[in-house]
């Protein structure tokens, strides 16, 4: 039983264009939430995150939208670009001592110029 | 800061070998995570530590599954005996001490693809 759904396993955007990439939980105790990108042959690595008690984050071109009766996240990269092309993860957490991260199957994310 | 380091990078065994993954976290770092990704199951904690300790093992899929983290800056992963539906690739990821804020990022290290025969 998935927690973590990233119901798109793939995607394709056109360079300069808008990249959304979707999560739905649904367990509505986790407290935090994660998005990481991996390029092949690496290991994961940190991209953006959000507070359970916030509705959006931005970090330059990229935005995490929260909506928590929905248990649902998304993910808005703009503009998009080549090098943005990876596999992209969301892993969502709990507070507390547990530090555990539950991780989605990831969404492959592909930037053509 | 040479990041995480895992090794090896690959490995490819027989079926019924003992196989022992290498993990080397950021120096400084209070946790360290061990992962299983597969294309299945995705990436999948196994079990992570905190100075040292075990906290949290529930992932660990049986018995044949071990880890240990005998000190600061070295932890294995030990598969004994080792079956063909190991194969996946192993990651290693460390963080700080997440202070005030849980949601602090893990670092990971490239990772180990087991290939079990």
């Known amino acids: 039983d998935q927690q973590v759904k990233q119901n798109s396993p793939s995607l394709s955007v056109q360079e300069g264009r808008i990249s959304i990439l979707n999560c739905d939980y649904t367990?509505?105790?986790?407290?935090?939430f994660l998005w990481y990108k991996k390029y092949p042959a690496e290991g994961p690595t940190f991209l953006i995150s959000?507070?359970?008690i916030k509705d959006k984050n931005e970090d330059g071109r990229f935005t995490v939208f929260l909506n928590k009766s929905a248990k649902h996240l998304s993910l808005h990269i703009v503009p998009s670009q080549p090098g943005d092309s990876a596999v992209y993860f969301c892993a969502p957490g709990r507070d507390g001592n547990n530090r555990k991260l539950i991780w989605g199957l990831g969404t492959s994310l592909a930037v053509n110029p | 800061d040479a990041g995480v380091i895992q090794s090896p990078r690959h490995e490819v065994t027989e079926m019924g070998q003992e196989v022992t993954l290498r993990c080397k976290p950021i120096s400084g770092h209070d946790y360290l995570f061990w992962y299983r990704q597969t294309m299945m199951r995705g990436l999948e904690l196994l079990i992570y530590f905190n100075n040292n300790v075990p906290i949290d093992d529930s992932g660990m899929p049986e018995d044949r599954f071990s880890a240990k983290m005998p000190n600061a800056s070295f932890s294995t992963l030990k598969i004994q005996p080792s079956e063909p539906r190991d194969s996946a690739v192993y990651f290693c990821?460390?963080?700080?001490?997440?202070?005030?804020?849980?949601?602090?990022?893990?670092?990971f290290g490239p990772g180990t693809r087991l290939t079990v025969l």
């Open positions: 367990n509505s105790m986790f407290d935090y």
């Open positions: 959000i507070s359970s």
């Open positions: 990821a460390s963080s700080p001490d997440p202070g005030v804020w849980i949601g602090d990022e893990q670092f």
